[in-house]
T-cell receptor
Framework: LAKTTQPISMDSYEGQEVNITCSHN???????ITWYQQFPSQGPRFIIQGYKTKVTNEVASLFIPADRKSSTLSLPRVSLSDTAVYYCLVRGTSYGKLTFGQGTILTVHP | ETGVTQTPRHLVMGMTNKKSLKCEQHLGHNAMYWYKQSAKKPLELMFV???????ENNSVPSRFSPECPNSSHLFLHLHTLQPEDSALYLC??????????????FGSGTQLSVL
């Protein structure tokens, strides 16, 4: 299971773009990269997933360089409601475990 | 609404009580999970069930006993808990625990307080 490293916390202001980078140096060939968002006292919620290059959906973009040893979650024009913990997971076809790391606490200020 | 429902949302119990947490998923998934999240800590995987068979047990104390009677329901039976077991207990489901790029769908959790 690939180990991931993220910044512990980040601060931003409303309307700004936020980029959270995750390092996963030992990512395997068949591993996917998935990001989750968690609000206090709630379960994590799937945001976006990718394998390589760029993926975009209605809430975020995910940038993955060619070597796939890192990935960047991009949140456009954040609002106060984007204040949450963001987790990066890397996993392939290993049976069972889906282990979350420390995550990044994003605080959006007015 | 994620399609995963947990009850109760809050639970207070004494150390000698026996209680159960319930999880139900309406997504047609084959795998279900229990996670524990203590205050300001990352999620800890407790148990994984695939097609009602337990496939992962992360050295969880025996005072936590899971049960998966079918692919849609998951229980966590609690007995003689300790105050340090107070945490948010989260249930999740996924289509196939061995599938690449597996996506987890979480319930809202049960906030447990052990007095």
């Amino acid at each position: 299971l690939a180990k991931t490293t993220q910044p512990i916390s980040m601060d931003s202001y409303e309307g700004q773009e936020v980029n959270i980078t995750c390092s996963h140096n030992n990512i395997a060939t068949n591993d996917y990269i998935t990001w989750y968002q968690q609000f206090p006292s709630q379960g994590p919620r799937f945001i976006i997933q990718g394998y390589k290059t760029k993926v975009t959906n209605e809430v975020a973009s995910l940038f993955i360089p060619a070597d796939r040893k890192s990935s960047t979650l991009s949140l456009p024009r954040v609002s106060l409601s984007d204040t949450a913990v963001y987790y990066c997971l890397v996993r392939g076809t290993s049976y069972g475990k889906l282990t979350f790391g420390q995550g990044t606490i994003l605080t959006v200020h007015p | 609404e994620t399609g995963v429902t947990q009850t109760p949302r809050h639970l207070v119990m004494g150390m000698t009580n026996k209680k159960s947490l319930k999880c139900e998923q309406h997504l047609g998934h084959n795998a279900m999970y229990w996670y524990k999240q203590s205050a300001k800590k990352p999620l800890e995987l407790m148990f994984v069930y695939s097609l009602e068979e337990r496939v992962e047990n992360n050295s969880v104390p025996s005072r936590f006993s899971p049960e998966c009677p079918n692919s849609s329901h998951l229980f966590l039976h609690l007995h003689t808990l300790q105050p340090e077991d107070s945490a948010l207990y989260l249930c999740a489901s996924s289509q196939d625990p061995s599938g690449a790029g597996e996506k987890l769908f979480f319930g809202s959790g049960t906030q447990l307080s052990v007095l």
